[in-house]
Each structure stands twice: as structure tokens, then as C-alpha cells.
């Protein structure tokens, strides 16, 4: 049995960081939260909350005392801007004690990634999930409200990944032996298309979903009315349009770190079903007295 180890979660109220704290919860490890509000943080009962900010490194001086693990996200601040402070994150987890540390991927490069794959004097681990299961998440508003979603290139390939499978491989990395230096590419079981994805959620919720295929003009008009700006169009463009191998390749990283299949994509449409369908108004009862 792995002896139980207290880890520090940044990006801890994140979709990814939430997970990685339920995950070390599970496996019986101590987990210390941290947050840059801790007063507007919610956590299952038994996590330390802690206040820190990852753009001022030495705020986190203090939540690593006494941690043997430390999980890393790629950006910080009230803007989500990439960090660059890697170096003295770093210096402070090995003055600490810190013998591992994950570090999830953000999708490009980053200078905290290059600071933790040149640091020798940790175990380091990067993480690299494909597209996540949760945003899907993004059609639950349109769906609840119309039983129809529209979206383009509707018959390309994900190997999307439920993001409890991203938590459960980083739990393991950060506390058990044999992880060190290595990069997780984490998919699901499966290959799915838009129709897919769908046809799944409206299983899972009992009702009918009509999918509208939209043109690259339509999906930016769409994107734009949702505030994306223009650089994360360009990214969704490319991404949806022209997905990379990996992100349309089944891998067996989830069996192989956690001994247990990668969670499908019904699994997480059962566990969020609510979320599409509409919520009927709560309406005040009337005394009669």
C-alpha cells in the first residue's frame, strides 16, 4: 500500500485541478489546495486550503512546507497569463522537499514546462490530455434551452478524455515510484465524432438532440457572439478543421498508469446529464393561512 504523502494541487478549482484533488482524496493522501481566494474556494471535506498566487512565487513558500508533491499548471494570475515564473517555483519545491512534481500541458509551449523538463532534482511528469470531455459542456446552455446544437467539421475524430482520468494518472505520478521524466499523452477509449458526442448525450439525458452542422462562417459568427477572441477562433479553426494525430489516436496511458480502462465518454454524459436538460423554475409556496 503507498504510504500516504501530502501533495500540493495548484489550479486546484480548475476542470483538471479538481480532479487530481479528488483523485489523491481517494487514495488516501493529504492534499493541500492552492487558491488565490481561499474565502471563495469549495473543497470536499479534509483538503487544506491554502492562499497563493503562482505569478508571485514566494506567496507559495509557505503551502510547500512539508509537501512531497506538487501539481503544475502552465499559467496564473487574475488574466490566465502563461507564467514565467518556473525557475524559483521550482527552486523554492526543492528547498521544500519536493520530490515530484506533474505539470499539465497547455497546449503549446510553455516556459514553465521547459523549467520543469530541465530540472534534475525532481521527478517530473508532463501531462498531455487531448480534448476533455467537459466541454462538451459548452453546448448545455443551447441544448437545455432548444434540444438542438449546432456546430462545424461534425464528423471529425476526438479521442476526448474525461478529466477524472487526467486527475487519477496525475495522483499516481505524483505519489508513487517510476513516473519520473516521462510525458503522458491521456486519451479515452474511444474515437468519436460530433453526431457521437450527441447522440450520447441525448441518450443520457432521455431526449432527443438535433445536430445542425455549421459552416467555418457560421461557427466564427457563433464563436464571436460567445466572446471568444479572435485567437482562440484561429485555434478552434485548426483544431476542429484539421486535428493533429494525436488528438484523434486512442492510447492505453490511463490502464497503463492506473490499472484501470480510461472512462467513456457515456460514463461522463451519465454523470452530467442534468446539466441538458431545462430546470423547471422554482415557484414559492403561498401560505394558506
Do not use: C
Request: aromatic share 6%; charged share 20%; no cysteine.
Amino acid at each position: 500500500m503507498t504510504q500516504t504523502q501530502k501533495i500540493l494541487v495548484t489550479g486546484a478549482t480548475g476542470t483538471v485541478g479538481r480532479q487530481v484533488v479528488a483523485e489523491l482524496l481517494a487514495r488516501g493522501h493529504d492534499v493541500r489546495a492552492l487558491t488565490r481566494d481561499a474565502a471563495r474556494a469549495v473543497f470536499p471535506d479534509g483538503v487544506e486550503v491554502v492562499e497563493g498566487d503562482l505569478t508571485e512565487p514566494d506567496s507559495l513558500a509557505p503551502a510547500l512546507e512539508g509537501v512531497t508533491g506538487l501539481h503544475l499548471i502552465t499559467f496564473g494570475g487574475a488574466y490566465f497569463a502563461p507564467l514565467e515564473t518556473g525557475p524559483r517555483i521550482l527552486e523554492l519545491a526543492r528547498a521544500a522537499g519536493v520530490r515530484r512534481v506533474t505539470v499539465l500541458h497547455g497546449g503549446g509551449p510553455s516556459l514553465l514546462e521547459d523549467a520543469v523538463r530541465a530540472d534534475a532534482g525532481v521527478d517530473w511528469t508532463v501531462l498531455m490530455p487531448v480534448e476533455f470531455m467537459a466541454n462538451s459542456l459548452e453546448w448545455a446552455e443551447r441544448i437545455a434551452a432548444s434540444d438542438e446544437v449546432g456546430e462545424p467539421f461534425v464528423s471529425r475524430l476526438s479521442a476526448m478524455v474525461h478529466e477524472g482520468d487526467i486527475g487519477a494518472v496525475a495522483a499516481v505520478a505524483l505519489t508513487e515510484e517510476g513516473h519520473g521524466g516521462r510525458e503522458y499523452v491521456i486519451t479515452g477509449p474511444e474515437l468519436l465524432t460530433v453526431a457521437d458526442k450527441v447522440a450520447t448525450i441525448a441518450a443520457a439525458r432521455g431526449r432527443d438532440i438535433a445536430l445542425v452542422e455549421l459552416t467555418e462562417e457560421q461557427a466564427v459568427a457563433q464563436w464571436r457572439a460567445a466572446g471568444h477572441p479572435e485567437d482562440v477562433i484561429g485555434f478552434l479553426l485548426e483544431a476542429y478543421g484539421n486535428t493533429p494525430e494525436v488528438g484523434r489516436t486512442v492510447v492505453d496511458t490511463v490502464q497503463k498508469v492506473t490499472g484501470r480502462p480510461a472512462r467513456t465518454y457515456a460514463r461522463w454524459a451519465a454523470e452530467h446529464a442534468d446539466a441538458f436538460v431545462a430546470q423547471a423554475p422554482v415557484v414559492a409556496a403561498r401560505s394558506t393561512t
